[in-house]
């Protein structure tokens, strides 16, 4: 069955220090990986997306076919980077499948 | 900023009506999808359609009804089939055949059931 999992539910941090969110997934084929944010009274925007390889706002996440993973990572976290993040896979009819969500709380 | 809205923001209803969340997309987007945000459980797709008078259920449908007469709107009624209706909906939508396979999100409605 496809499925995402995002095993922390509630992650705090100082400002400075890394932070990783951890994303696992279970897909039979190539999956295609997103990292979704919502800051607070915002809408839920994309972050990246693993096809593009790129970084935003300081983000970064590997594709892991092995471990079947995708964690989103920053070296330095900052405050305002506090927020929800979804972590979702899209499987082959277009739709996504969200994991649960991890709260990020970056304190000063 | 424009795109995808959804109305109302804020939407009450007593046990046994039925209500319609509205939303409206003006990006010319072939799909529009229904999830369902609960804490603790992430989003859930409710309905979605791909085309114009076409749609298809999607995890949780039951208690649910969709339409999809016009390619900007995709209203969701909840039915008072609906054994837990109060929670935070979002509409989004997406472009037909890009590989890029992304979803742009309204600002959700959040319903509650008196």
């Known amino acids: 069955a496809q499925r995402v999992t995002q095993p922390e539910k509630l992650l705090s941090v100082f400002k400075g220090a890394p932070v990783e969110l951890k994303c696992n997934y279970s897909?039979?084929?190539?999956?295609?990986l997103f990292w979704y944010v919502q800051y607070s009274r915002q809408r839920l925007q994309l972050l990246l997306r693993h096809i593009s390889r790129e970084s935003i706002k300081g983000f970064t996440a590997d594709l892991n076919k092995g471990e079947t993973s995708f964690h989103l990572k920053k070296p330095f976290a900052q405050e305002e980077d506090s927020a929800m993040y979804y972590c979702a896979l899209t499987d082959q009819g277009g739709k996504l499948i969200f994991g649960q969500g991890t709260e990020l709380s970056v304190k000063p | 900023d424009g795109g995808i809205t959804q109305s109302p923001k804020y939407l009450f209803r007593k046990e046994g009506q039925n209500v319609t969340l509205s939303c409206e997309q003006n990006l010319n987007h072939d799909a529009m999808y229904w999830y369902r945000q609960d804490p603790g459980q992430g989003l859930r797709l409710i309905y979605y359609s791909q085309i114009v008078n076409d749609f298809q259920k999607g995890d949780i449908a039951e208690g649910y009804s969709v339409s999809r007469e016009k390619k900007e709107s995709f209203p969701l009624t909840v039915t008072s089939a609906q054994k837990n209706p109060t929670a935070f909906y979002l509409c989004?939508?997406?472009?037909?055949?890009?590989?890029?396979?992304?979803?742009?999100f309204g600002p959700g409605t959040r319903l509650t059931v008196l």
């Open positions: 989004a939508s997406k472009t037909s055949g890009s590989f890029l396979n992304e979803q742009f």
């Open positions: 897909y039979s084929g190539s999956p295609e």
